[in-house]
């Protein structure tokens, strides 16, 4: 019986997955709940209450903040008129592009056009299949080769980092805890909207003297040039960080799914690898220790922050 519960749960999570996948590559069409139940398999009555049940929005809601946030990229990185934009992204007209844009973001698409704050994104979340984690003993039984890292070590300049504390989280499991779901991915939502961000958001382990009596270790933020003057979104506080050097450790691709065990292959490196041999030794009093966001096509990735032992 358990059995039969686990394959209709995977049925239900793969045919959301499908509607999401139709969702992306319609967005700028129509889209009625009569194709995502088509695409599902299911009827329009079980395709919503599922669809909803996993993602935590109703189609239409979420096929609305998709296309907003879309519609807000094309603003944020071009030149193309309001008007179009509300077009292309299926809304009737201009007003009511304008209506929801504001309602989502706080302020009307045209003002955001020129001034380009930090606003929260929509950045929905993949629906996966659940998977039995592997059993790290029997891997290291088997004749396959060991997972291969990629180590190398890159210079990060001064910079801002514009983040968001949390109260006591030392991981990313317990700000989430802490923030709540949709609350965490508000804030991913807003460091990823940031125009001048230098490179991708980070989660990020700050050293003792960069954080605030009260606040966590863990937190998330983008960092940003020392120029960048714009206003700081309610709850979130800008630092600078001056240039240090990083040791970035890469991991194989995976399944999506395994990030759990990506993360943890990782970790067991991390906590065993020697920086003498060359040349750096750890300097995690000096800068963050980040991590980046999870994606299985390119391997988890952590970086921590070294020294030279002998500095030219």
Request: hydrophobic letters at 35%; proline letters at 7%; glycine letters at 6%.
């Amino acid at each position: 019986m358990q059995e039969v519960r686990n394959i209709r749960q995977t049925d239900v999570v793969r045919a959301v997955s499908r509607m999401q996948d139709y969702i992306e590559m319609h967005i700028s069409e129509p889209i009625t709940l009569h194709q995502l139940a088509g695409t599902a398999g299911y009827s329009q009555w079980h395709s919503e209450r599922i669809f909803k049940e996993l993602t935590g929005k109703s189609p239409f809601d979420y096929i609305r903040a998709l296309r907003l946030t879309k519609a807000a990229l094309v603003l944020r990185d071009g030149k193309a008129r309001v008007t179009d934009v509300a077009f292309d992204f299926v809304f009737d007209s201009h007003e009511g592009f304008t209506k929801a844009f504001s309602r989502q973001f706080g302020l009307p698409p045209r003002r955001y056009s020129q001034e380009t704050p930090a606003i929260p994104f929509f950045l929905p979340n993949r629906v996966i299949e659940a998977s039995v984690p592997r059993n790290k003993e029997n891997d290291r039984n088997m004749s396959t080769p060991a997972n291969t890292v990629f180590v190398q070590v890159i210079e990060r300049p001064a910079r801002k980092i514009m983040l968001k504390r949390g109260r006591k989280a030392c991981d990313y499991y317990e700000y989430c805890s802490e923030a709540g779901c949709d609350a965490s991915d508000r804030i991913w939502g807003v460091l990823s909207s940031v125009k001048e961000a230098m490179y991708e958001p980070i989660g990020m382990w700050l050293p003792e003297h960069m954080i605030s009596e009260g606040t966590s270790k863990y937190v998330q933020g983008v960092e940003l040039p020392l120029e960048y003057s714009k206003p700081v979104p309610e709850g979130y506080e800008m630092i600078e960080v001056p240039a240090c050097k990083m040791m970035v450790f890469q991991g194989q691709p995976y399944d999506d799914e395994h990030y759990e065990d990506a993360i943890s292959d990782i970790w067991d490196i991390m906590k065993i690898y020697d920086p003498k041999i060359y040349g750096y030794d750890w300097a995690d009093e000096e800068a963050p220790r980040f991590q980046l966001a999870p994606m299985g096509y390119r391997g988890y990735i952590e970086a921590r922050p070294v020294r030279a032992i002998n500095p030219a």
